[in-house]
């Protein structure tokens, strides 16, 4: 065999891990995300406010909302969860609800859990050199008692989760007021249980001139003892935020901060023991002819957003001394967003705080799950940017695309298999390979699936079939119309994939995580080589999950020996996801044999010094096959899944691949060829090509000048490769250039 090297830079898409910091910027960005509770839809400006306020109708005051939908980019189409517990667990862990573990409120709130082995987003920010904060509504890990709550399930803090500066509420029963008598904090006492303590919900500490008067007032003598909770935790995380724009500009080192604010979730009337509660509102004819409980609703979106504020200023100015040199706004990813839509009310009808969506708070209708998102990154979202300040868009995005946003940002790998997909491609406008196939949602009501414009729900009522809507939310945001026999084909896909999502299992059940414990070669669907999981607190066992692989596993096989091993598919088997790593000495090999398939629903990823052996089988996955540098695809079969090419592909006689196929400038694909071999590489999807294609000849095939050799089909891909940028070359100097005629990819000898 002879050997030809073409060194392809042929980019359309932009390759993963090429965050803003990769590309230039010295510095990664903070991240400041704040987060409200039960705030609907319509309840922000460019949702519908604005609208009633130029109509003269009765609108709730925002204007540091405002602020940031002028300066930054209203998401139209976000979604959060049904009601807060899923949301914060969603968020976290970017697993929807039919993965992670609290897919529903819990009154057991020892159960009630974001597990040990759940990676959260505090987690992977920690463990990227970030300084991380929390504060506000955790709701997992303590007791509801309010005088005496006490430490429940250690392994479900925050403290637990990455989370180094906290103060917070731990059980959403005790959230149901805003007048806790204590909050949870940080504890400088290494001894401590979960490393909180609890501290009294005072305000002493913030009466201090260099702390904002307004909103809180907290230095007039009306002010209450405890203090209204959000109050406190929204002191904390400005104290927080100045400490870690000083450090920012100081050292580099970023933070990010989460304010999970527990307003404006009910109780209301509480808000009128605070002093000049409804100053924004007293002296406006339009709100006198309204319910007490909306003025008091309006009236508390309007304090935290005047919180909001004086963190926007902390960032323009964190010292306070009018200049604002030292500001980090154009650095800071300031995020908005509720947690679930709007609950049902006065407010509701009057202001029309869920914008004319179907349902509310506790449903599968938008009104429940669809939420308002605001977002601003100066130095991303700008004038001569993909994204321009002040403007809509209708991309969907979902609460768990945040975790695997920040992993990228902060220039490290999300936790394997996570439903959420990267917006870093959607903030920047620069292509991304990873793309998400659609959203799924659970409510008391039913369960959704959204792929694009249309939504599919499944309901099942007592003691009857199941029964199927198709809305088309590009024309219908409403869900006013039922378009289901109209699109028979693609309410079968839609059906079958919302249900291979798990939305259908029994409360309690989530993903679970396995490890390989054999030793030297063995078969895949060996039961007695995989770790077993349990997930148990104080005593009460809430999953055991052992035996061979099933379609729930995160499982990873990881060759900790001192020889090369092998683990084969000889069995059709299933698993959420897998990975895969090796080491220089002892590379771990996954071997496919002939007519079998691996199904990794979410994800396939290859790490380093690792090998997919394809026998003539097959690997499926609904997202993607990950090959890390110094990983390996060879041999000969089919992938059906998004690829993303940092390593290296041999091809023996054909792959097929029924995705996309994107290549990094550092990968390498292998290929044999000789006089009438059709093309070894087949594509269903679009192609993003860079790096090396190295043609290995038939001994007995010598090309003429101006034959064509076929190196890559597109089969069904509506574009072709762009090919200005590259370069090739070959081993023994004879000249090849490339070709594209009619979906084949040619090397052409000169």
């Not at 002010?223 to 050292?251: N, T």
């Not at 010598?702 to 940028?725: E, F, N, Y």
């Amino acid at each position: 065999m002879r050997t030809f090297l073409l060194v392809c830079a042929f980019a359309v898409f932009w390759m993963p891990n090429g965050g803003v910091a990769a590309d230039g910027d010295a510095k990664r960005p903070n991240i400041l995300y704040l987060y409200v509770d039960d705030m609907g839809w319509g309840s922000i400006g460019p949702n519908g406010q604005f609208a009633r306020r130029d109509q003269g109708l009765p609108y709730v005051r925002t204007p540091s909302l405002d602020r940031l939908a002028r300066e930054g980019v209203n998401f139209s189409r976000a979604y959060g969860c049904h009601v807060c517990s899923p949301a914060r667990s969603s968020q976290q862990t970017g697993f929807h609800q039919g993965h992670t573990f609290a897919d529903r409120n819990d009154p057991d709130n020892a159960k009630k859990a974001i597990r040990r082995d759940d990676i959260t987003i505090g987690e992977c920010l920690s463990r990227s050199g970030y300084a991380t904060g929390y504060w506000g509504k955790w709701g997992y890990g303590g007791s509801k008692d309010q005088q005496d709550p006490r430490i429940v399930n250690v392994q479900t803090l925050p403290t637990s989760h990455g989370y180094q500066d906290v103060l917070a509420e731990l059980h959403h029963v005790r959230a149901h007021t805003f007048f806790q008598p204590t909050l949870w904090k940080t504890s400088e006492d290494v001894n401590v249980m979960g490393g909180l303590t609890l501290v009294p919900n005072r305000l002493d500490a913030y009466r201090q001139t260099s702390f904002p008067s307004l909103p809180a007032r907290q230095s007039d003598p009306g002010y209450p003892d405890p203090s209204y909770c959000d109050d406190h935790y929204a002191f904390a995380a400005l104290d927080f935020v100045r400490r870690g724009a000083a450090r920012y500009q100081e050292s580099g080192q970023p933070f990010f901060g989460l304010l999970a604010c527990q307003i404006p979730h009910a109780p209301f009337g509480e808000i009128e023991q605070l002093p000049e509660w409804d100053s924004e509102y007293r002296d406006d004819p339009n709100f006198n002819a309204l319910s007490r409980q909306t003025v008091q609703w309006a009236a508390m979106v309007t304090r935290i957003d005047a919180h909001i504020g004086n963190l926007l200023d902390a960032l323009d100015d964190p010292n306070g001394d009018g200049d604002d040199s030292d500001s980090i706004a154009a650095q800071t990813l300031v995020i908005f967003q509720s947690d679930n839509g709007g609950p049902r009310g006065n407010n509701l009808k009057e202001l029309d705080a869920n914008g004319g969506l179907s349902g509310s708070k506790g449903s599968i209708a938008e009104g429940g799950i669809r939420v308002p998102l605001l977002v601003r990154w100066p130095d991303a979202i700008h004038a001569s940017g993909h994204l321009r300040p002040g403007t809509s868009v209708d991309d969907v995005v979902d609460v768990t695309d945040w975790l695997p946003t920040f992993c990228q940002l902060a220039g490290t790998t999300p936790p394997l298999g996570i439903d959420g997909v990267s917006l870093v491609s959607k903030l920047t406008g620069r292509p991304s390979p990873r793309q998400r196939p659609f959203l799924i949602h659970e409510a008391s009501d039913g369960q959704s699936i959204i792929q694009g414009r249309y939504k599919l729900i499944r309901r099942v009522r007592r003691k009857g079939p199941e029964q199927y809507q198709l809305f088309d939310l590009q024309r219908d945001p409403g869900e006013t119309t039922d378009v289901l026999s109209e699109h028979s084909d693609l309410v079968e896909q839609l059906r079958r994939d919302l249900l291979l999502e798990r939305v259908t299992e029994p409360k309690g059940f989530a993903v679970t995580y396995h490890e390989w414990t054999g030793k030297g070669n063995g078969a895949f669907d060996d039961a007695g080589r995989w770790s077993d999981y349990v997930y148990e607190n104080d005593g009460i066992q809430y999953i055991h999950d052992s035996g061979a692989p099933q379609a729930s596993w995160i499982a990873k096989i990881v060759n900790a020996s001192a020889a090369k091993q092998t683990v084969t598919v000889d069995e059709d088997a299933n698993v959420l996801a897998l990975h895969v790593e090796g080491t220089s000495t002892a590379p771990q090999v996954l071997a496919i044999s002939s007519g079998r398939r691996l199904n990794a629903r979410n994800e396939l990823r290859l790490g380093k010094h690792s090998v997919l052996r394809l026998d003539g089988g097959s690997v499926h996955s609904r997202r993607t096959i990950d090959v890390q540098r110094s990983a390996r695809i060879k041999g000969s079969g089919v992938l059906a899944a998004d690829v993303i090419l940092n390593g290296d592909l041999q091809i023996d006689e054909s792959i097929k691949i029924h995705g996309d196929l994107s290549i990094g400038t550092n990968s390498r694909i292998q290929m044999n060829v000789g006089t009438d071999t059709p093309a070894p590489l087949i594509v269903k999807g679009k192609v993003s090509l860079a790096g090396t294609i190295q043609l290995q000849l038939a001994d007995d095939f010598h090309p003429r000048p101006g034959q064509r050799i076929a190196m890559v089909r597109l089969a069904g891909a509506d574009q072709s490769p762009s090919l200005s940028q590259t370069r090739i070359r070959s081993s023994d100097a004879t000249g090849l250039s490339l070709h594209w005629d009619a979906g084949v990819l040619y090397a052409v000898a000169e």
